[in-house]
Nanobody, 126 residues
């Protein structure tokens, strides 16, 4: 059974930083795509970032240049470093993966993530 457990959310003022972490069983496979998406109340889900087994990264347009996705597969942990946070970044953030991802046959896109954890809340105040 796939496992994803997020941590690191919280409240921060505009311009501040947070780092989210996710412990996941995705790294037991040699081919994987893991990442983050977010959803604010009343808004559609938004892909934030994704990274695959060859460290190819994809970011949503609204976070490019501010957020960085990384991972430590030896620790089974995915990270999302969020800098220059804005009130519009306020949302529930979900660690997620593409189930049955096969490297070379599909794009590792944050919009394609289809299996996710419980989420962690990020609130940015102005």
């Amino acid at each position: 059974q796939l496992q994803l457990a997020e941590s690191g959310g919280g409240s921060v003022q505009s311009g501040g930083s947070l780092r989210l972490s996710c412990t996941t069983s995705a790294y037991t496979s040699s081919s994987y795509c893991v990442g983050w998406f977010r959803q604010a109340p009343g808004k559609e889900r938004e892909g934030v970032a994704a990274i695959n087994n060859v460290n190819a990264r994809n970011y949503g347009d609204s976070v490019k240049g501010r957020f960085t996705i990384s991972h430590d597969s030896a620790k089974n942990t995915l990270y999302l470093q969020m800098n220059s946070l804005k009130p519009d970044d306020t949302a529930m953030y979900y660690c997620a993966l593409i189930a049955d991802y096969i490297y070379g046959t599909m794009t590792c896109s944050p919009m394609a993530l289809n299996y996710w954890g419980q989420g962690t809340q990020v609130t940015v105040s102005s």
